[in-house]
């Protein structure tokens, strides 16, 4: 039998216990080890999963030897954890923004390749069924030529919640605000959908809290296909609405909304041509209402099933020494877009990719 893959957890926070719980849900690997300064936190997630405790990360790495470690520390930590880890030779899975710096992100990608060891980041999004049978679609040609990508996040935090860590909502440790900790995680769909962003113009604002980065912000992308994009986040929308992809064709479209194919139309699958005005009657019922357990409203109600599925693409990446589908590569490219995103609204001009 082959021997099960050790994992590693740092940092026991919100993102953590989820990670624990969709390794639980895995039969080839075990969690040996988690940790995090907070010993409270800490003793309470290695009791649950029956792993060793650690407060110090190298202690860990040096007397775990894990194959693998996932890193769910502030988005700030995310780069000196992961290397850390994989300077010890453990394979990584990095928590989203894969990290707030480019320049950052380069030296994981340069200390990946120096010891050889897989990088996944977190978009576990992009394993949702919904969004796996539209990438299909879109790799067959099926939505015809693109026209126009909508990414529409309108999601409630309270002040409570940015309040809950020091590090939220910080440029420092946070990266940002709606835009780098929620909504990156449609951002990632929408290029995944539609290629490489050219360029971009944004706006952003801080409207319904008391914090440092943006609350809500708008983007206008042009894709080097020539397509056009839209971005619309804010994380002051109360009560926190369903997110919603939007992909338009001249062959088809389609919208997942809150993680569900909402509405799908292929001019492949038509009986009848739908003629020159369309077929705009033909609309799916769509639900405009959040499920009630739903990540729009509570951080906290995340499910662990597409992170267990992302863990198992890295395990599978590990064992046949492939390629995980959110590698350092891809976990870059989001995050580059927001920086432009960032940097429009800042500037008030064009940005160029
Ligand atoms: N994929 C998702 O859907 C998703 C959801 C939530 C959060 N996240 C990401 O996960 C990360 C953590 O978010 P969170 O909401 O769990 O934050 P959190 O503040 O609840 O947890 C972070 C934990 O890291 C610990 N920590 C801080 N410094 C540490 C260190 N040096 N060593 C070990 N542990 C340390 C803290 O004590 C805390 O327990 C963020 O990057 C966030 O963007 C992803």
């Known amino acids: 039998m082959m021997e099960k893959l050790r994992f590693g957890l740092i940092g026991c926070g919100v993102i953590g216990p989820i990670h624990a719980q969709a390794l639980a849900s895995l039969p080839d690997v075990e969690l040996s080890a988690v940790t995090d300064p907070v010993a409270e936190k800490v003793e309470k997630l290695a009791a649950r999963y029956g792993a060793r405790a650690y407060t110090d990360i190298d202690e860990m790495l040096t007397r775990e030897r894990p194959h693998v470690v996932t890193v769910c520390t502030p988005s700030g930590l995310h780069g000196e954890h992961a290397m850390r880890a994989m300077r010890a030779g453990a394979h990584v899975i990095v928590e989203k923004p894969m990290e707030i710096r480019l320049s950052v992100i380069e030296e994981m990608l340069r200390a990946q390749a120096e010891q050889q060891v897989k990088l996944a980041v977190m978009s576990q999004h992009r394993f949702d069924p919904a969004v796996q049978r539209v990438r299909q679609l879109v790799e067959e040609g099926a939505f015809g030529r693109l026209v126009l990508g909508n990414a529409v996040i309108p999601w409630w935090r309270s002040q409570s919640y940015y309040d ?190």
């Open 164 to 353: 809950s860590g020091d590090w939220r909502g910080t440029w420092a440790l946070d990266g940002g605000g709606v835009l780098m900790n929620q909504s990156i995680h449609y951002i990632d769909l929408l290029q995944w959908m539609l290629g490489p962003v050219a360029s971009i113009c944004a706006y952003t604002n801080t409207r319904a809290h008391r914090m440092e980065t943006e609350d809500v912000a708008t983007a206008t992308l042009h894709f080097a296909s020539g397509a056009l994009g839209t971005i619309s986040a804010p994380t002051g929308a109360y009560p926190g609405l369903a997110a919603r992809l939007e992909l338009l064709g001249d062959r088809g479209s389609a919208v997942i909304e809150g993680d569900e194919l909402r509405y799908l139309h292929l001019a492949r699958d038509e009986k009848e041509a739908a003629g020159d005005y369309g077929a705009g009657m033909h609309v799916g019922k769509i639900e405009v209402e959040a499920p009630e357990q739903s990540t729009a409203s509570d951080p906290a109600a995340l499910g662990w099933r597409s992170h267990a599925l992302q863990i198992a693409d890295m395990v599978r990446a590990i064992r046949e020494d492939g390629t995980p589908l959110v590698d350092g590569q891809a976990g870059r490219r989001p995050v580059e877009i927001i920086l432009g995103i960032y940097e429009s609204a800042r500037t008030g001009k064009e940005v160029v990719l």
